[in-house]
Protein backbone atom coordinates (compact mmCIF):
# COMPACT_ATOMS: atom_id res chain seq x y z
CA UNK A 1 0.00 0.00 0.00
CA UNK A 2 1.80 3.35 -1.06
CA UNK A 3 -1.37 5.61 -0.54
CA UNK A 4 -2.30 8.10 1.75
CA UNK A 5 -5.99 8.21 2.26
CA UNK A 6 -8.15 11.15 3.11
CA UNK A 7 -12.04 11.33 3.68
CA UNK A 8 -14.40 12.81 3.10
CA UNK A 9 -13.45 14.01 -0.39
CA UNK A 10 -15.64 16.85 -0.12
CA UNK A 11 -17.32 18.56 2.89
CA UNK A 12 -19.72 21.22 3.33
CA UNK A 13 -20.37 22.86 7.34
CA UNK A 14 -21.85 25.54 8.72
CA UNK A 15 -19.92 28.16 11.02
CA UNK A 16 -21.36 26.45 13.79
CA UNK A 17 -20.67 22.85 13.02
CA UNK A 18 -17.95 20.50 14.56
CA UNK A 19 -16.72 17.94 11.63
CA UNK A 20 -13.04 16.37 11.37
CA UNK A 21 -11.59 15.12 8.39
CA UNK A 22 -9.18 11.73 8.51
CA UNK A 23 -6.17 10.64 7.02
CA UNK A 24 -5.20 7.28 6.48
CA UNK A 25 -1.67 5.30 5.51
CA UNK A 26 0.40 1.75 6.23
CA UNK A 27 3.32 2.62 5.07
CA UNK A 28 4.87 2.94 8.38
CA UNK A 29 5.87 6.17 7.86
CA UNK A 30 6.23 7.89 11.06
CA UNK A 31 5.61 11.65 10.04
CA UNK A 32 2.25 12.93 9.20
CA UNK A 33 1.41 16.45 7.61
CA UNK A 34 -1.52 18.91 7.47
CA UNK A 35 -1.40 20.83 4.76
CA UNK A 36 -4.01 23.90 3.30
CA UNK A 37 -4.18 24.82 -0.09
CA UNK A 38 -6.25 27.95 -1.68
CA UNK A 39 -6.75 28.15 -5.01
CA UNK A 40 -3.79 28.95 -6.99
CA UNK A 41 -1.85 29.29 -3.79
CA UNK A 42 0.89 26.08 -2.34
CA UNK A 43 0.28 24.25 0.20
CA UNK A 44 0.68 25.78 3.23
CA UNK A 45 1.92 23.64 6.50
CA UNK A 46 -0.50 23.40 9.34
CA UNK A 47 0.73 20.60 11.39
CA UNK A 48 3.43 17.89 11.53
CA UNK A 49 3.26 14.78 13.96
CA UNK A 50 6.90 12.91 14.00
CA UNK A 51 6.11 9.64 16.08
CA UNK A 52 2.76 10.24 17.01
CA UNK A 53 3.68 13.40 19.00
CA UNK A 54 2.36 16.98 17.82
CA UNK A 55 6.25 18.13 16.53
CA UNK A 56 5.23 21.46 14.36
CA UNK A 57 2.12 23.87 14.85
CA UNK A 58 2.00 27.21 12.21
CA UNK A 59 0.46 29.43 14.88
CA UNK A 60 -2.59 27.58 13.74
CA UNK A 61 -6.28 29.12 15.35
CA UNK A 62 -7.67 26.53 17.46
CA UNK A 63 -10.79 25.96 15.50
CA UNK A 64 -8.27 23.83 14.06
CA UNK A 65 -7.48 21.22 16.10
CA UNK A 66 -5.35 18.15 15.38
CA UNK A 67 -4.98 14.60 16.33
CA UNK A 68 -2.74 11.58 15.97
CA UNK A 69 -4.62 8.58 17.30
CA UNK A 70 -1.72 6.02 15.95
CA UNK A 71 1.14 5.70 13.42
CA UNK A 72 -1.40 5.40 10.56
CA UNK A 73 -4.01 7.60 11.56
CA UNK A 74 -4.13 11.38 11.83
CA UNK A 75 -7.70 13.92 11.90
CA UNK A 76 -8.01 17.44 12.22
CA UNK A 77 -11.32 18.30 13.97
CA UNK A 78 -13.07 21.73 12.63
CA UNK A 79 -15.46 23.53 15.20
CA UNK A 80 -16.74 26.99 14.39
CA UNK A 81 -14.90 28.13 11.59
CA UNK A 82 -14.90 30.91 9.23
CA UNK A 83 -15.88 31.23 5.14
CA UNK A 84 -12.06 31.76 4.85
CA UNK A 85 -11.06 28.45 6.32
CA UNK A 86 -12.29 27.14 2.82
CA UNK A 87 -9.52 25.60 0.77
CA UNK A 88 -8.35 21.99 -0.26
CA UNK A 89 -6.63 20.44 3.06
CA UNK A 90 -4.22 17.81 2.35
CA UNK A 91 -2.56 15.12 4.30
CA UNK A 92 0.88 13.72 3.89
CA UNK A 93 3.36 11.33 5.39
CA UNK A 94 7.21 10.72 5.05
CA UNK A 95 9.44 8.16 6.40
CA UNK A 96 10.26 10.44 9.45
CA UNK A 97 10.26 14.22 10.23
CA UNK A 98 13.52 15.58 10.59
CA UNK A 99 14.81 13.44 7.53
CA UNK A 100 15.57 14.92 3.94
CA UNK A 101 14.62 11.95 1.36
CA UNK A 102 12.41 11.50 -1.48
CA UNK A 103 9.38 13.68 -1.08
CA UNK A 104 6.42 13.35 0.73
CA UNK A 105 3.24 11.02 -0.19
CA UNK A 106 0.60 13.47 -0.44
CA UNK A 107 -3.07 12.29 0.28
CA UNK A 108 -6.53 13.73 -2.73
CA UNK A 109 -7.35 16.04 -0.02
CA UNK A 110 -10.97 17.00 1.20
CA UNK A 111 -12.08 20.21 -0.12
CA UNK A 112 -13.96 22.14 2.19
CA UNK A 113 -16.35 24.88 2.08
CA UNK A 114 -17.50 26.55 5.10
CA UNK A 115 -21.48 28.27 4.64
CA UNK B 1 13.41 31.54 6.37
CA UNK B 2 13.15 30.75 2.95
CA UNK B 3 12.24 32.61 -0.24
CA UNK B 4 11.09 30.85 -3.50
CA UNK B 5 10.75 32.02 -7.06
CA UNK B 6 9.07 30.83 -10.08
CA UNK B 7 7.22 32.00 -12.92
CA UNK B 8 3.29 31.89 -12.62
CA UNK B 9 2.62 31.03 -16.23
CA UNK B 10 4.23 29.15 -19.39
CA UNK B 11 2.45 27.87 -22.40
CA UNK B 12 4.30 25.46 -24.44
CA UNK B 13 3.46 23.24 -27.56
CA UNK B 14 2.21 19.77 -27.52
CA UNK B 15 5.51 17.62 -28.09
CA UNK B 16 8.16 20.66 -27.44
CA UNK B 17 10.85 20.91 -24.45
CA UNK B 18 10.18 23.38 -21.50
CA UNK B 19 11.71 24.29 -18.52
CA UNK B 20 10.70 25.85 -15.49
CA UNK B 21 12.94 27.51 -13.49
CA UNK B 22 13.32 27.96 -9.54
CA UNK B 23 15.60 30.30 -7.62
CA UNK B 24 15.61 29.75 -4.00
CA UNK B 25 16.56 31.48 -1.02
CA UNK B 26 17.34 29.50 2.26
CA UNK B 27 19.23 29.66 6.06
CA UNK B 28 20.14 26.21 5.51
CA UNK B 29 19.41 23.72 2.49
CA UNK B 30 18.55 19.88 2.40
CA UNK B 31 17.16 19.45 -1.17
CA UNK B 32 14.75 20.71 -3.36
CA UNK B 33 11.09 18.86 -4.77
CA UNK B 34 9.56 19.37 -7.71
CA UNK B 35 6.22 18.15 -7.22
CA UNK B 36 3.13 18.25 -10.42
CA UNK B 37 -0.24 19.28 -9.08
CA UNK B 38 -3.52 18.75 -11.37
CA UNK B 39 -6.64 21.16 -11.21
CA UNK B 40 -8.44 20.26 -7.67
CA UNK B 41 -5.65 17.40 -7.06
CA UNK B 42 -2.97 17.04 -4.58
CA UNK B 43 0.65 17.17 -5.49
CA UNK B 44 2.44 14.00 -6.95
CA UNK B 45 6.08 13.81 -6.21
CA UNK B 46 8.23 14.16 -9.57
CA UNK B 47 11.82 14.71 -8.46
CA UNK B 48 14.55 15.38 -5.24
CA UNK B 49 17.74 17.15 -5.78
CA UNK B 50 20.68 17.39 -2.92
CA UNK B 51 23.55 17.38 -4.65
CA UNK B 52 24.28 19.55 -7.89
CA UNK B 53 23.76 18.26 -10.94
CA UNK B 54 21.29 16.87 -13.74
CA UNK B 55 18.69 14.17 -12.34
CA UNK B 56 16.76 12.40 -15.21
CA UNK B 57 13.91 10.27 -15.04
CA UNK B 58 12.25 9.60 -18.48
CA UNK B 59 10.86 12.52 -19.85
CA UNK B 60 11.39 14.33 -16.98
CA UNK B 61 14.55 16.10 -15.50
CA UNK B 62 15.80 18.17 -12.50
CA UNK B 63 18.96 20.06 -12.26
CA UNK B 64 20.20 22.14 -9.03
CA UNK B 65 23.00 24.85 -8.55
CA UNK B 66 23.57 24.92 -5.21
CA UNK B 67 25.81 27.89 -5.16
CA UNK B 68 23.99 29.68 -7.62
CA UNK B 69 20.32 28.93 -5.32
CA UNK B 70 18.84 27.83 -8.53
CA UNK B 71 16.76 24.99 -10.49
CA UNK B 72 15.10 24.17 -13.24
CA UNK B 73 12.39 21.03 -13.98
CA UNK B 74 12.80 20.13 -17.84
CA UNK B 75 9.90 18.45 -19.45
CA UNK B 76 10.31 16.92 -22.84
CA UNK B 77 8.08 15.61 -25.17
CA UNK B 78 5.40 17.83 -24.18
CA UNK B 79 1.82 15.83 -23.55
CA UNK B 80 -1.09 17.63 -23.19
CA UNK B 81 -1.80 15.97 -19.96
CA UNK B 82 1.11 17.69 -18.31
CA UNK B 83 -0.54 20.69 -18.35
CA UNK B 84 -0.55 21.37 -14.92
CA UNK B 85 0.70 23.23 -11.99
CA UNK B 86 4.68 22.34 -11.23
CA UNK B 87 6.00 23.68 -7.70
CA UNK B 88 9.20 23.79 -6.49
CA UNK B 89 9.51 23.01 -2.72
CA UNK B 90 13.49 23.38 -0.71
CA UNK B 91 13.90 21.94 2.58
CA UNK B 92 16.05 24.22 4.83
CA UNK B 93 17.43 23.13 8.26
CA UNK B 94 14.24 21.94 9.61
CA UNK B 95 14.10 19.49 7.19
CA UNK B 96 10.29 20.64 6.06
CA UNK B 97 9.80 21.60 2.37
CA UNK B 98 8.42 25.03 1.62
CA UNK B 99 6.49 25.47 -1.58
CA UNK B 100 7.04 28.11 -3.89
CA UNK B 101 3.81 29.80 -5.73
CA UNK B 102 3.89 27.03 -8.48
CA UNK B 103 3.98 27.35 -12.18
CA UNK B 104 0.89 27.01 -14.49
CA UNK B 105 1.78 25.16 -17.30
CA UNK B 106 -0.79 25.52 -20.57
CA UNK B 107 0.51 22.79 -23.04
CA UNK B 108 -1.84 23.41 -26.61
CA UNK B 109 -1.76 21.32 -29.45
Known amino acids: DTEVTQTPKHLVMGMTNKKSLKCEQH?????MYWYKQKAKKPPELMFV???????INESVPSRFSPECPNSSLLNLHLHALQPEDSALYLC??????????????FGSGTRLTVV | GQNIDQPTEMTATEGAIVQINCTYQ??????LFWYQQHAGEAPTFLSY????GLEEKGRFSSFLSRSKGYSYLLLKELQMKDSASYLC??????????FGRGTSLIVHP
Open chain 2, 89 to 98: AVTGGSYIPT
Open chain 1, 92 to 105: ASSQVAGQAGYGYT
Open chain 1, 27 to 31: MGHRA
Open chain 2, 49 to 52: NVLD
Open chain 1, 49 to 55: YSYEKLS
Open chain 2, 26 to 31: TSGFNG
